[in-house]
């Protein structure tokens, strides 16, 4: 048994010097955030917490962080060796104490089965990594930069005076003071009106300056995060950008990454579409992208059990068009496609609990209609009112809300006096099994699929994941095969009372395959 902090860090170590770690391991990281998912998960903290010790900080050894900070490896064994014993000794005592925590939290069978293997596919993912084709990059940095100039000017000429459109001060200043677009803008606690995306989106309905301000906000945003930053990010060694999957950091279950950020790449509008178009396969090779088929809905219909959704899955129907005919009580081929669009918005709008208001918002309809329509919805789906019931009982009963695979989400304000504190944490109870579930699923999919590559010895690469969507380098001879493996073990990850769908596509880059 292999035991560590933070294993993948040494997993990538070793594999750059040809080291592969085999067999059982576990990681104390990991297993403090099966068992508490919303708490720190770093050895200093887990020592105090557990072992009421207090760890050397390695600040003592190479200072605080900046530009003067040494680095480990210009100290001499005489300066480290305290520092990296208490490493081995405190991550060993915490394994001993954090394995009896799982056993008690019945958490075994997720940190054993899942996380852990997940462990050593996400350090192989990193060591892939991506190519990026940045001659698409600049032609995108200089067509966004264009854009932004163009609508910079269409704002001046609304606003009838230049302002510094990336200061939210000026911005709320023009916007409500000067314009007065609304009757009661928002403000902060120190006067300042607030203008953030939300609030914006909210109000853009009033003067079409807040729609430019809001695409300005957004080519900004792509550029600084993703356009100008991705070349930057690529590794001199290997020509490519190796994002950094964080295991640890969701309450959820689900994974989040960095340096970049590939989860937050907006994927609905045209210009989020451009930076995906900048993703490649390697040399010679096809992008396979693969991802799960409306897989929130599908685990609704699972744990609610509801027989009217189960059965609109299991008879292969778009379910949106499905739920609209049972809410307008019409034929399924004679459904419009606004009643589609309202149908779609109250499925996933129901997942996260959303109220009468915020569904009248979303769809720009009265609060009458969206009432209607809820209630509408309910009784089309009745389990599904039954499961969401039974969601907030649960949590108000245990404190938590697990996911299929035995996930908790702590719910510590599940039983507020404040109805806003308390309708946020009933939200959560309801749609953390389902995100959660999901999370667990793809995770699933990732370690079989691994392991079937392995096993075959395949020479195509497994280099992406974002939400339920995973994406290969494929080797243009395994098309085939590597096509019927993945689709075979994302679908087959778990068996439910619905069928596990999975799409895909190929292509020269990842815009075109998915």
Same mark, same amino acid.
């Given at each position: 048994m292999k035991v560590g902090q933070n294993m993948k860090y040494d997993i990538i170590v070793l594999a750059n010097y040809g080291v592969e770690v085999k067999g059982p391991m576990f990681d104390t990281m990991i297993a403090h955030y099966v068992?508490? =998912?919303? +708490? &720190?998960?770093?050895?200093?903290?887990?020592?105090?917490?557990?072992?009421?010790?207090?760890?050397? !900080?390695i600040e003592s050894l190479i200072g605080e962080r900046g530009k003067n900070q040494r680095n480990m490896r210009d100290l001499t064994a005489a300066q480290i060796y305290e520092y990296a014993c208490e490493d081995a000794d405190v991550t060993l005592k915490l394994k001993n104490i954090l394995a009896e925590e799982l056993k008690k939290a019945d958490c075994e069978k997720l940190?054993?089965? $899942?996380?852990? =293997?997940?462990?050593?596919?996400?350090? &192989?993912m990193e060591r892939n990594g991506a190519r990026v084709n940045t001659a698409s990059l600049k032609e995108t940095s200089t067509l966004f930069t264009g854009r932004m100039h163009e609508i910079e000017e269409k704002i001046y000429e609304l606003a009838g005076e230049h302002f510094n459109i990336s200061s939210p001060k000026q911005v709320g200043d023009i916007l409500f003071g000067r314009m007065k677009i609304v009757e009661k803008p928002k403000k902060t606690k120190?006067?300042? &009106?607030?203008?953030?995306?939300? %609030?914006?989106? *909210?109000? *853009?309905?009033?003067? =079409? $300056?807040?729609?430019y301000i809001l695409?300005?906000?957004?080519?900004?945003k792509l550029l600084s995060t993703y356009v100008?930053?991705? =070349?930057? +990010?690529?590794?001199?060694?290997t020509g490519k950008i190796h994002t950094s999957y964080n295991q640890t950091v969701t309450a959820t279950g689900r994974l989040s990454s960095s340096n970049p950020n590939l989860q937050n790449i907006p994927i609905r509008d045209e210009d989020g579409k451009e930076v995906r178009k900048a993703f490649i396969p390697e040399e010679g090779e096809l992008f396979l992208s693969a991802d799960y088929s409306q897989i929130e809905l599908r685990i609704m219909a699972h744990l609610s059990g509801d027989k009217n959704m189960i059965n609109d899955f299991v008879s292969g129907h778009d379910i949106h068009a499905a739920t609209a005919a049972k809410i307008y009580k019409k034929p399924i081929e004679e459904v419009t496609k606004d009643e589609r669009? !309202?149908?779609?918005v109250a499925n996933f709008g129901i997942i996260y609990g959303i109220s009468v208001f915020g569904l009248a918002e979303r769809m720009n309809v009265d609060r009458r209609e969206a009432k209607e329509l809820i209630d509408n919805y309910f009784?089309?789906?009745?389990?599904?009112? /039954? &499961?969401i019931e039974r969601c907030k009982e649960e949590a108000r009963a245990n404190g938590y809300v697990t996911t299929i695979f035995g996930r908790k989400r702590f719910l510590p304000d599940i039983n507020s006096r404040n109805a806003v504190v308390r309708g946020y944490a009933e939200r959560n109870a309801v749609n953390a099994p389902i995100q959660g579930s999901a999370a667990d699923i793809i995770k699933v999919a990732m370690i079989n699929i691994y392991r079937r590559m392995k096993a075959e010895n395949v020479r195509s690469t497994m280099i992406l994941q974002v939400?339920?969507?995973?994406?290969?380098?494929?080797? /243009?001879?395994?098309?085939?095969?590597?096509?019927?493996?993945?689709?075979?073990?994302? *679908?087959? /990850?778990?068996?439910?009372? %619905?069928?596990?769908?999975?799409?895909?596509?190929?292509?020269?880059n990842w815009l075109e395959a998915h």
């Open positions: 068992l508490q =998912p919303e +708490l &720190y998960h770093s050895m200093d903290y887990m020592a105090e917490t557990y072992l009421n010790y207090e760890t050397i !900080k940190f054993y089965e $899942i996380e852990m =293997p997940l462990m050593p596919v996400l350090a &192989y120190t006067g300042q &009106y607030v203008t953030s995306e939300e %609030v914006l989106a *909210q109000v *853009q309905h009033k003067h =079409p $300056i807040v729609k695409q300005h906000r957004g080519l900004k100008d930053a991705l =070349p930057e +990010l690529i590794n001199s060694r669009r !309202k149908a779609k009784a089309t789906y009745p389990d599904i009112c /039954a &499961y939400h339920d969507e995973l994406n290969f380098s494929i080797v /243009a001879e395994e098309r085939d095969r590597m096509q019927q493996l993945v689709i075979e073990e994302m *679908q087959n /990850a778990i068996a439910m009372s %619905v069928p596990l769908t999975a799409d895909y596509g190929w292509g020269a």
